[in-house]
């Protein structure tokens, strides 16, 4: 072969070469571009799909009774949304979201619509500032926590655990309990928020759709249903007895004040449009065998839960402050007996909003005690104007008792109806602002506290017992929780995501 016909063959042999080259590089370049497509695609009918969960989202907290929608166009596509309630605020979100070339991807969120108890519910104590407990006397039986520092002085039992955003300090003497041991104490935490019950009319109404009502005698005394104007109750006194207890049932609300005291029986929240007064003991007719379970096992926990459901569990949800014992008794009114209210000489050091960018008092962050109100992060309580420290008019009704509805016969002052040894309080009692008041012996407060502030004097001794139904923390089961339309919190909260198979997508 000469040289001709050898580079005759090198040439075919290059071209052929480069023709195959080219095809698979053709190839790989439309596979790439075909992969990039459908990549695309799949991220457009994904978005689809967000957008629609989204869309539920924001139609649920305008309206809890949303059930989705069909056809939603968006870009170079559309959404399907179905929106189905579970049970105790829980709702299932599926959207679909499908390109115009009948692409389609379908994603599936279980939420907590905002409806659901605050967390601030779990603790036997809460105090959205600084937390105190002072003296030995003192026995919390449950979880406890604040925002803010949380002091123990006297060395105070606490059986569970201590949270608290600041430092925790026992000045030195061991917090008895299981409170004392170092993996039960949590210092720093996470600051949780209070629900705000500025605005009623959340619960004005829930009130209104569950159809709550408080009898006595089988008088009914507060209906949230009927009438022009259901709400417009103004000031109430509610007094039960063993015979004629104060039977509840739902959520109700009052837009004044609330005196309250005795024998109740039943299941639902009071709220009040500013002061609830506990003017004497408050005890359940129907209570639980025992105000707590015989361990924290969770199997006791949730036992414990299941045989006392029905039994009676009473809410009280003050937008301004809840009170408790005869104030009156106080050199203030002209009362210089030995035995005296005494919460105010705490109290009146308490409650002003010039707290800093924390929100916190005693921390002296920024802006704290600089006499300049930061609405943007110390309107505390969402009203738009300045508190300054508590003061009588605080405390005090907002008109004579004379003038409240329901005024027992014979009452023509508080001190008529109100005593300075209330020795039994068993409620789940919430305010944003102060709890505050004297109590007698051997007080048993079954159920739960939580406030921005407290002040509370007590005698020889103060147990508080957490009631475990408001918050089985052992319980998945949503439908388990008893719900008595408590403040709830209105943020939503995601429980599970998942994307599910959809027939009729390419991917």
Known sequence: MDNRGFSLIITIAFLLFSLISGLSFSIMIQNEVESVIKSNNSNLTFYLAEAGIEKGISE?????SYKGETGTPL????????VSKLGNNQYQIVSTGYLNNGNSKRIEVIINNGESVSPVFDYSYF?????????????????????????????????????????????GRKIRGSGGQEDHQHAYSEKLVMPNLQELD?????????GGQVKIGGALVIDNVFGDDPFESGNIVLV???????????PVVVTGDVVIKGVVKGQGTIYAGRNIFIADSLTYKNAPASPRPASQNPDVVDGWVEANKVKDLLGLASQENIIVGDYTKDPYFGYYGWDRWWARYWLFSMGSE???????PYTYDEGERDGVFQKEYEDLDGDGVFDDNYNWEDVKTSVDITKFDNLPPGVSSFSDIATLYPHKIECIAYTNHAFAGRIGYG????????????????RNTVTFNYDERIHSKYQDDPNKFIDIGLPVDRTIKTVSWRELKCSESQF
């Not at 649920?60 to 809890?64: M, Q, R």
């Not at 870009?75 to 179905?82: I, L, M, R, S, T």
């Not at 039986?141 to 039992?157: A, C, I, T, W």
């Open 354 to 360: 010039d707290v800093g960018m924390d929100g916190i």
């Open 202 to 210: 959340y619960y004005m109404e829930l009130a209104t759709d569950r």
């Open 75 to 82: 870009g170079k596509g559309y959404f399907d949304v179905e």
């Open 127 to 171: 105090i959205n500032n600084w937390g105190w407990y002072w003296g030995r006397n003192i026995t919390s039986n449950g979880d406890v926590r604040s925002n803010g520092r949380f002091d123990f002085v006297g060395s105070p039992k606490v059986e569970g655990h201590i949270y608290a955003g600041d430092e925790i300090d026992d000045h």
């Open 443 to 458: 007080v048993k407060c079954n159920g739960s506290v939580r406030s921005k502030d407290k002040a509370i004097v007590y």
């Open 240 to 250: 039960g007895t063993p015979s004629q207890p104060i039977e509840i049932d739902g």
């Open 60 to 64: 649920l907290l305008k309206d809890s």
